[in-house]
């Protein structure tokens, strides 16, 4: 991408704004700012991978672009994996651009509940708008395929809702390599669309650059400073001066950037994620469900608090996942045409903390299940298996060691009236968020209603962060509307500011 660059020594930059992060937060922030003629830099630690470089393997892809090669995990009983891209474009370039809006009784919710005001959905809607148009988020033309008739087919015979998710693209090529970086660039992520238009308005994107600390001087963050990747692995110290600095490292990074920057208190107390249960199923004969495009439809009766769905599937995908219990599991890749992967996520009670450790270049997460999630992951669970044995599954292998297979619609049910081993269930998550919870009060929020760091001038943060709780439904269309929203709001008051120190130099 023009404008990309990496360093070949120590480097010391200014700009009008600096933006720490370049997914789906720091590309809609980059596209606010630069569209205002700001003279921006945006630092981003992972490295640039255009789609011409896509490699298109798990095993290539995987260590390159996903954060710790995609091993990361919450600590609890269980530990519950989630996943993060780092690099240029951030998770966008791994995740599967499906966008969905939070309901509008959630949003008006979350605005009445953390005292956020101009946050209802009357007032986010053009934001949304602005996001979906950003990646053309809309419904894949033709006929359902394979995977997405699985749940079509679940939904009608058990008389549960189901919709279409609508995603970012644009002539997707149904490579089925979303989680790899789209080799097409069908696929609507930060780095085909708000990131190169950025650039073009001179926007100057330092890859690989990894920030370690902003400073401080008053209310004012002067400088960001970290070290950057140099196309010869050498690493360089850099530092980057400017007006204003929005964080949008993601829900993990960026509290942990405020805690080492001594800037707030109150990031990462209220990380929140969708805990999510898998299942494969064995279908009779060869799906090849690897073929096609992810499932493009989800159950939806039980949302917001439920929902079931379906994953990307590749042989390399369905052999980790069998991993989780080898030993009774493994015989399932001989069979593997016949396996599908689908989840069933829940909106959790539960809350979890980001920590950042001095001496640990990565911060530890912790999330702890509240009672009821257990109850709604047991529910969703049984569910899950009875909509897989609705569209025909002949064997439903549960992500609990030790269970399954399971054989009838009754053997799933007895999931939702049992309890589930916590320590032997197999959790995972895609998407995370809430870490700086918005709020009305410096004592009970990290960040003002519009992202602005309590006590301080000219901090930002633009990112999953910002969510008050779990929507229930994918984040993505929600993080690019509130850091659009951010970015806006942080022009319009240093306008303002700018007004009054005009007004008083005049008088
Ligand atoms: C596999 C997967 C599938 C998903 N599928 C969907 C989906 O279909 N639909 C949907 O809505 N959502 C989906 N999501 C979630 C969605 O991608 C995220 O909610 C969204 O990208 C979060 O945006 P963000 O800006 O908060 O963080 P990110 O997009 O993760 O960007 C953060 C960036 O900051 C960088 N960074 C972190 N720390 C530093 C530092 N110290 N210095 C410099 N840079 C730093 C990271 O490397 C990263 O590139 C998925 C996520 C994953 C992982």
Not at 76 to 92: H, K, N
Not at 271 to 300: G, M, N, Q, S
Not at 466 to 481: E, F, R, S, Y
């Amino acid at each position: 991408m023009k404008g990309t660059f990496r360093l070949s020594g120590p480097a010391s930059l200014e700009a009008d704004a600096c933006i720490v992060g370049s997914g789906a937060g720091g590309a809609s922030v980059a596209d606010v700012l630069t569209a205002a003629g700001l003279d921006v830099v945006m630092l981003e630690e992972g490295p640039n991978v255009p789609a011409e470089a896509a490699d298109g393997t798990g095993g290539e892809a995987i260590p390159r672009l996903w954060r710790g090669a995609g091993l990361t995990a919450a600590l609890g009983v269980p530990p519950i994996a989630y996943a993060e891209g780092a690099a240029v474009g951030g998770s966008t370039e791994i995740n599967s651009a499906i966008f969905q809006r939070v309901a509008d009784d959630m949003l008006d919710g979350w605005a009445r509940e953390f005292e956020l005001a101009e946050f209802g959905a009357a007032a986010l809607r053009p934001y949304y708008d602005r996001a979906a148009a950003a990646v053309n988020a809309s419904l894949t033309p033709g006929p359902l395929e394979p995977p997405s008739r699985i749940l079509a087919e679940a939904g009608e015979r058990l008389g549960w809702k189901v919709s279409a998710l609508e995603r970012g693209q644009r002539f997707c090529a149904g490579t089925n390599m979303c989680s790899f970086r789209c080799p097409t660039g069908g696929k609507q992520s930060m780095s085909e669309t708000l990131l190169p238009a950025a650039t073009s308005r001179g926007m100057r994107l330092l890859a690989g650059a990894r920030v370690e600390r902003l400073l401080r001087r008053g209310r004012s963050i002067v400088a960001a400073v970290g070290r950057a990747t140099g196309p010869d692995g050498r690493t360089h110290a850099f530092r980057v001066r400017a007006k204003r600095f929005f964080v949008a490292a993601g829900a993990v990074h960026t509290p942990a950037l405020l805690q080492r920057s001594l800037v707030s208190r109150r990031a990462g107390a209220t990380f929140k994620l969708h805990p999510t249960i898998k299942c494969v199923a064995l279908f009779d004969e060869a799906r090849d469900f690897h073929k096609f495009r992810l499932p493009l439809t989800a159950i939806t009766e039980f949302m917001p608090d439920q929902r079931i769905g379906g994953s990307v599937m590749t042989p390399a995908l369905l052999a980790m996942g069998l991993a989780e219990d080898w030993t009774r599991r493994g015989h399932l890749m001989e069979r593997w045409r016949q396996c599908g992967s689908f989840y069933g996520m829940i909106r959790p009670k539960g809350q979890g903390r980001v920590l950042a450790l001095p001496g640990l270049a990565e911060p530890l997460v912790f999330f702890r299940l509240a009672p009821d999630d257990w109850r709604a992951l047991a529910e969703i669970g049984a569910r899950l298996g009875e909509a897989m044995f609705a569209a025909g599954a002949r064997e439903v292998w549960p992500s609990v060691t030790g269970a399954g297979p399971w054989r009838s619609v009754g053997e799933a049910r007895a999931l939702a009236d049992g309890d589930l081993p916590q320590a032997r269930t197999n959790l995972m998550t895609i998407h995370i968020f809430g870490s700086c919870r918005p709020g009305a009060r410096p004592d009970a929020s990290a960040v003002d209603g519009f992202g602005r760091v309590w006590g301080t001038d000219n901090l930002v943060v633009a990112d999953a962060s910002l969510i008050p709780d779990a929507p229930g439904c994918n984040p993505q269309g929600t993080v690019m509307a509130l850091a659009f929203r951010a970015a806006e709001a942080a022009l319009a008051m240093s306008d303002r500011e700018g007004r009054a120190r005009a007004l008083g130099e005049a008088a």
